[in-house]
């Protein structure tokens, strides 16, 4: 058979050397055939191009960009063995430690094959002190590390000579990175690496992201525009979604209940495969659903694990290892799993809710088939019916590949704060120097000389409201300038605080006889007696007692106990879920449905039509009724909870100003309810102004309790710039006095000082992140261009319905509040 013809850019990947053939051979041997887009990287690499490669999971994205090192080191060939050595020559930054340890035996691989003896190891939270130390004295010349533990480095005495030789930096899974402050982090690591080596080329690996344009141009921000390039792989991943459709639809349907139902459908999925990950989006789900799958199938005990972030790295590794080996078949997981671990035998996902997000929901299914060419298998289990309608359009995002961009954070001073504060307790920082490389990045390009002056005296006196507390002066000033910390209680304070992942506070789960189990919210625990039992980690356990921050626990025997839930569980709709859950709908006015789940949810939507409406493309949506509970008045943007939460206040503001009248406010994904004990006069509605957009940044502020939500994320960004100190190992603070300090210093920067940097970027954040501000706006002026449809049912509607369920959520327990719905069913049935 005659070779295939040699292309272009082969031809030029020869040209540069013999380090190309030599890798064309090692794939040859492996069965491989280099792809399209890693011939392409690999050329920009040799170019000198600084880039990002934005290709599906699975692909061989990490090769894309390693191999292109490798074939550069075949070509030019410099001994980096000797001790003169003293920094790595690649750093690669991932976002989570299981990712790291799957990069490391990826680049191994490719090195014994080449027979190039470079070292690569990892460095992060997990790697021993002793290892940390080695690093330092003798790098290797692949660093494997996180954002956090590379601003560690930084806040170590001889990091600039560690960093100075530094060729490379890859920030992989970009997209996971970007949308948070860990994205801030390392744009403000790679500046100071640039600045220690200006020669320093940057690439970024990105599998799933709307905004691949603004992505790279944040992680190349102060690179040549001509030198850049966004290599994409053109390869679209096959996804195969089948939702497991429930025998009957209930007609008024709430949140939560269907899913365990239907958990005898899941068990015949692992069974038909030969291996599975079942994604919840909750730890608490993910206990849940673990315990009622063993009930069901007790033959699964041995064959099947459980793997969320609370469960203690031991076992996760665990996890990790005996599914890529094949020795268990099955993995109830969270997020935890949703990248990292090079999963090639898993054969079948199942996704247990709405995951909420397009981006995420591809990036599961890629855990499946998780190779190049191999398509992805993912079932869908509805909690509620409604739910069906998400999983359609899941289908139809994932065909049109419509993924959401994600949001950078900019002018983040908590980060800033905290980055600069490394700085000084390692080798101190010039101030002139320093801004120059700060506005050197995206994230910090507006800083004025007026902030940056602020930023520092915050340093240094602790704002201009705490300058008579000595707490807060950390940093001093050398005579040659340099802003330093003398102080080593100081420096070690700040040094165990660096990191922009904000957790509850955590007590560590120990048996009686000392064995380690994982980590669970202090709140939590602080509801329990000795005594008490509750799950964890697939066990029953039973409190034994709380010394400190560790909660001691023995095996129980007992079937029945609490299940730990967890803050901030509920994920709001993304805006690209928002546009295909409304498409889906639509299409059922329009007579055009294409999906199986929305044909069988027909029945719900025919009670809908009957007993109210629903919305075509060009009308808003009104229901307006009144029950035992008082006067309802229910909106449908189809927007997600964080819109709907401000738009839901705003309104009720606005209507309240016309005539005094107060509300209790609930919200979904699918829209909010303003319950009253007063008539509502809904002819106010018509009133197209109680949507406008003029004023409404302030319209909001004024309408919630936009104070109470800024204190909630004031007190993470406290800890971030160091305001308050969590504690030391094994002597965490409370939450409690947390909380109490955070607000503390909120109402005194509210009252005499709210020109505050932090303060104000509390506020922007609150807007931004939680409100969706941008979103709403745009929501708002669509409502403006649309027809207004008030609907006056009898009693509350199937979309009206789950609203309702939620409110009465917040108040009940979970058997009252059954008991309670099953009678409201056979009402409304009637």
Same mark, same amino acid.
């Given at each position: 058979?005659?070779?295939?013809?040699?292309?272009?850019?082969?031809?030029?990947?020869?040209?540069?050397?013999?380090?190309?053939?030599?890798?064309?051979?090692?794939? /040859?041997?492996?069965?491989?055939?280099?792809?399209?887009?890693?011939?392409?990287?690999?050329?920009?690499?040799?170019?000198?191009?600084?880039?990002?490669?934005?290709?599906?999971?699975?692909?061989?994205?990490?090769?894309?960009?390693?191999?292109?090192?490798?074939?550069?080191?075949?070509?030019?060939?410099?001994?980096?063995?000797?001790?003169?050595?003293?920094?790595?020559?690649?750093?690669?930054?991932?976002?989570?430690?299981?990712?790291?340890?799957?990069?490391?035996?990826? @680049?191994?691989?490719?090195?014994?094959?080449?027979?190039?003896?470079?070292?690569?190891?990892?460095?992060?939270?997990?790697?021993?002190?002793?290892?940390?130390?080695?690093?330092?004295?003798?790098?290797?010349?692949?660093?494997?590390?996180?954002?956090?533990?590379?601003?560690?480095?930084?806040?170590?005495?001889?990091?600039?000579?560690?960093?100075?030789?530094?060729?490379?930096?890859?920030?992989?899974?970009?997209?996971? +990175?970007?949308?948070?402050?860990?994205?801030?982090?390392?744009?403000?690591? !790679?500046? /100071?690496?640039?600045?220690?080596?200006?020669?320093?080329?940057?690439?970024?690996?990105?599998?799933?992201?709307?905004?691949?344009?603004?992505?790279?141009?944040?992680?190349?921000?102060?690179?040549?525009?001509?030198?850049?390039?966004?290599?994409?792989?053109?390869?679209?991943?096959?996804?195969?979604? *089948?939702?497991?459709?429930?025998?009957?639809?209930?007609?008024?349907?709430?949140?939560?209940?269907?899913?365990?139902?239907?958990?005898?459908?899941?068990?015949?999925?692992?069974?038909?495969?030969?291996?599975?990950?079942?994604?919840?989006?909750?730890?608490?789900?993910?206990?849940?659903?673990?315990?009622?799958?063993?009930?069901?199938?007790?033959?699964?005990?041995?064959?099947?694990?459980?793997?969320?972030?609370?469960?203690?790295?031991?076992?996760?590794?665990?996890?990790?290892?005996?599914?890529?080996?094949?020795?268990?078949?099955?993995?109830?997981?969270?997020?935890?799993?949703?990248?990292?671990?090079?999963?090639?035998?898993?054969?079948?996902?199942?996704?247990?809710?709405?995951?909420?997000?397009?981006?995420?929901?591809?990036?599961?299914?890629?855990?499946?088939?998780?190779?190049?060419?191999?398509?992805?298998?993912?079932?869908?289990?509805?909690?509620?019916?409604?739910?069906?309608?998400?999983?359609?359009?899941?289908?139809?995002?994932?065909?049109?590949?419509?993924?959401?961009?994600?949001?950078?954070?900019?002018?983040?001073?908590?980060?800033?704060?905290?980055?600069?504060?490394?700085?000084?307790?390692?080798?101190?920082?010039?101030?002139?120097? @320093?801004?120059?490389?700060?506005?050197?990045?995206?994230?910090?390009?507006?800083?004025?000389?007026?902030?940056?002056?602020?930023?520092?005296?915050?340093?240094?006196?602790?704002?201009?409201?705490?300058?008579?507390?000595?707490?807060?002066?950390?940093?001093?000033?050398?005579?040659?300038?340099?802003?330093?910390?003398?102080?080593?209680?100081?420096?070690? /304070?700040?040094?165990?605080?660096?990191?922009?992942?904000?957790?509850?506070?955590?007590?560590?789960?120990?048996?009686?006889?000392?064995?380690?189990?994982?980590?669970?919210?202090?709140?939590?625990?602080?509801?329990?007696?000795?005594?008490?039992?509750?799950?964890?980690?697939?066990?029953? +356990?039973?409190?034994?007692?709380?010394?400190?921050?560790?909660?001691?626990?023995?095996?129980?025997?007992?079937?029945?106990?609490?299940?730990?839930?967890?803050?901030?569980?509920?994920?709001?709709?993304?805006?690209?879920?928002?546009?295909?859950? /409304?498409?889906?709908?639509?299409?059922?006015?329009?007579?055009?449905?294409?999906?199986?789940?929305?044909?069988?949810?027909?029945?719900?939507?025919?009670?809908?039509?009957?007993?109210?409406?629903?919305?075509?493309?060009?009308?808003?949506?009104?229901?307006?009724?009144?029950?035992?509970?008082?006067?309802?008045?229910?909106?449908?943007?189809?927007?997600?909870?964080?819109?709907?939460?401000?738009?839901?206040?705003?309104?009720?503001?606005?209507?309240?100003?016309?005539?005094?009248?107060?509300?209790?406010?609930?919200?979904?994904?699918?829209?909010?309810?303003?319950?009253?004990?007063?008539?509502?006069?809904?002819?106010?509605?018509?009133?197209?102004?109680?949507?406008?957009?003029?004023?409404?940044?302030?319209? !909001?502020?004024? &309408?919630?309790?936009?104070?109470?939500?800024?204190?909630?994320?004031?007190?993470?960004?406290?800890?971030?710039?160091?305001?308050?100190?969590?504690?030391?190992?094994?002597?965490?603070?409370?939450?409690?006095?947390?909380? &109490?300090?955070?607000?503390?210093?909120?109402?005194?920067?509210?009252?005499?000082?709210?020109?505050?940097?932090?303060?104000?970027?509390?506020?922007?954040?609150?807007?931004?992140?939680?409100?969706?501000?941008?979103?709403?706006?745009? @929501?708002?002026?669509?409502?403006?261009?649309?027809?207004?449809?008030?609907?006056?049912?009898?009693?509350?509607?199937?979309?009206?319905?789950?609203?309702?369920?939620?409110?009465? *959520?917040?108040?009940?327990?979970?058997?009252?509040?059954?008991?309670?719905?099953?009678?409201?069913?056979?009402?409304?049935?009637?």
């Amino acid at each position: 058979m005659p070779s295939p013809p040699i292309t272009s850019v082969e031809s030029q990947l020869k040209n540069y050397g013999p380090g190309y053939d030599a890798v064309v051979n090692w794939f /040859r041997n492996q069965g491989w055939k280099p792809l399209e887009f890693q011939q392409e990287a690999w050329l920009a690499f040799q170019q000198g191009r600084d880039g990002v490669i934005n290709a599906p999971t699975g692909s061989g994205k990490t090769y894309s960009v390693f191999v292109g090192i490798l074939i550069s080191h075949l070509n030019h060939p410099i001994d980096t063995t000797t001790s003169a050595r003293k920094s790595p020559k690649v750093i690669w930054i991932t976002p989570i430690r299981a990712l790291a340890k799957e990069i490391m035996l990826t @680049c191994k691989r490719a090195l014994e094959a080449l027979d190039i003896p470079w070292r690569v190891e990892v460095r992060t939270g997990d790697t021993v002190s002793s290892q940390r130390k080695e690093q330092l004295a003798s790098p290797p010349e692949v660093l494997i590390t996180t954002p956090e533990s590379l601003h560690v480095t930084m806040a170590t005495t001889g990091y600039s000579q560690f960093y100075s030789k530094t060729d490379l930096i890859v920030a992989d899974e970009w997209h996971e +990175l970007i949308g948070s402050k860990r994205g801030v982090q390392t744009e403000l690591a !790679i500046a /100071r690496i640039r600045g220690l080596n200006p020669r320093l080329r940057v690439w970024g690996i990105s599998a799933t992201i709307g905004n691949l344009e603004e992505a790279t141009d944040i992680l190349l921000y102060n690179t040549e525009e001509d030198s850049r390039t966004i290599i994409k792989a053109g390869i679209k991943k096959e996804i195969t979604l *089948r939702s497991v459709i429930p025998a009957e639809i209930e007609k008024f349907p709430w949140a939560g209940h269907m899913g365990l139902r239907l958990a005898s459908h899941v068990v015949d999925i692992i069974r038909q495969s030969r291996s599975t990950l079942i994604f919840t989006n909750t730890r608490a789900m993910c206990e849940i659903w673990y315990q009622h799958l063993l009930e069901l199938d007790p033959d699964l005990s041995g064959q099947m694990a459980m793997h969320h972030g609370s469960i203690g790295r031991d076992l996760r590794d665990w996890v990790e290892d005996a599914l890529y080996e094949g020795r268990i078949r099955a993995v109830v997981c969270t997020s935890s799993l949703d990248l990292g671990v090079d999963f090639r035998p898993v054969e079948t996902i199942v996704q247990v809710g709405s995951p909420k997000g397009v981006a995420r929901f591809v990036q599961r299914a890629g855990r499946s088939g998780h190779q190049p060419g191999a398509s992805s298998r993912i079932w869908f289990v509805p909690t509620h019916a409604l739910e069906l309608i998400e999983a359609a359009g899941l289908r139809m995002a994932v065909a049109n590949g419509d993924l959401e961009e994600r949001i950078p954070y900019i002018r983040s001073f908590d980060v800033l704060i905290q980055y600069l504060m490394s700085l000084a307790v390692s080798e101190g920082f010039n101030a002139e120097e @320093c801004y120059k490389e700060v506005t050197g990045t995206f994230s910090y390009s507006s800083l004025t000389r007026d902030e940056w002056r602020r930023v520092l005296s915050f340093l240094v006196h602790g704002s201009d409201s705490l300058h008579a507390y000595d707490e807060y002066k950390k940093v001093e000033i050398s005579p040659s300038g340099k802003y330093i910390v003398n102080n080593r209680r100081i420096a070690a /304070r700040h040094r165990l605080s660096i990191g922009t992942i904000v957790s509850e506070v955590m007590v560590s789960i120990r048996l009686v006889k000392g064995t380690y189990l994982g980590q669970i919210e202090e709140w939590f625990i602080s509801q329990l007696s000795p005594g008490d039992i509750f799950w964890f980690s697939g066990r029953a +356990l039973e409190l034994v007692r709380v010394r400190e921050m560790t909660a001691q626990v023995r095996l129980s025997n007992k079937t029945s106990g609490k299940i730990p839930s967890y803050q901030g569980g509920r994920m709001p709709l993304s805006s690209q879920m928002s546009e295909v859950l /409304r498409e889906k709908i639509y299409s059922y006015t329009e007579n055009n449905i294409t999906d199986v789940e929305v044909e069988v949810l027909r029945p719900l939507l025919e009670m809908q039509t009957a007993s109210s409406v629903i919305p075509r493309r060009d009308e808003f949506l009104v229901e307006y009724f009144e029950s035992k509970e008082g006067f309802h008045l229910v909106m449908y943007p189809f927007e997600g909870r964080n819109v709907h939460e401000g738009m839901a206040a705003l309104i009720a503001r606005r209507l309240s100003m016309v005539r005094p009248i107060s509300f209790s406010i609930a919200m979904n994904d699918l829209g909010f309810e303003l319950l009253s004990d007063q008539e509502i006069d809904v002819d106010l509605l018509i009133n197209r102004e109680l949507f406008t957009t003029k004023n409404l940044a302030s319209d !909001i502020q004024s &309408s919630m309790n936009n104070v109470e939500m800024a204190r909630r994320r004031f007190r993470d960004i406290s800890r971030i710039s160091g305001l308050i100190f969590t504690g030391f190992p094994g002597k965490q603070k409370k939450e409690r006095h947390l909380q &109490s300090s955070s607000q503390l210093l909120f109402d005194v920067f509210r009252e005499y000082e709210p020109d505050n940097l932090l303060y104000l970027q509390t506020y922007d954040e609150v807007m931004t992140f939680q409100l969706e501000e941008s979103r709403m706006r745009k @929501c708002l002026h669509k409502i403006m261009n649309s027809h207004i449809l008030i609907s006056r049912p009898e009693k509350p509607t199937p979309f009206s319905f789950p609203l309702i369920v939620d409110r009465l *959520r917040e108040k009940l327990s979970s058997e009252k509040l059954e008991d309670r719905i099953r009678k409201m069913t056979v009402d409304f049935d009637k």
